[in-house]
Nanobody, 117 residues
């Protein structure tokens, strides 16, 4: 099994930056892809970004393309999301997730990001 722990959320003014991290533990050798989703109050969960664990290939939601950067560190088993030019509409609980080569899909506990105008 793999466990995911997020960190780095908080409150920031519009135009500011935050960096989220998601650290994996357990059977990290089975990691295939990792990503971020977010859910704002009263809204459905929304895809944010995804990264292939081995190749590093990435893809982003249109709403964050050019502002957010997803990356991973194999040695630390950590995935990060650098969020720049944050806007109030980015306010949400951010969840990291992982697809494994074997085993169930895994989710982190979520971290709150709040952007004030």
């Amino acid at each position: 099994q793999v466990q995911l722990v997020e960190s780095g959320g908080g409150l920031v003014q519009a135009g500011g930056s935050l960096r989220l991290s998601c650290t994996a533990s357990g059977r990290t050798g089975t990691l295939q892809t990792m990503g971020w989703y977010r859910q704002a109050p009263g809204k459905e969960q929304e895809f944010v970004a995804r990264i292939m664990w081995v190749s590093g290939l990435t893809n982003y939601a249109d709403s964050v393309q050019g502002r957010f950067i997803i990356s991973r560190d194999h040695i630390a088993n950590t995935m990060s999301l650098q969020m720049n030019s944050l806007q109030p509409e980015d306010t949400a609980v951010y969840y990291c997730d992982a697809d494994l080569r074997s085993g169930p899909h895994v989710w982190g506990q979520g971290t709150q990001v709040s952007v004030s105008s």
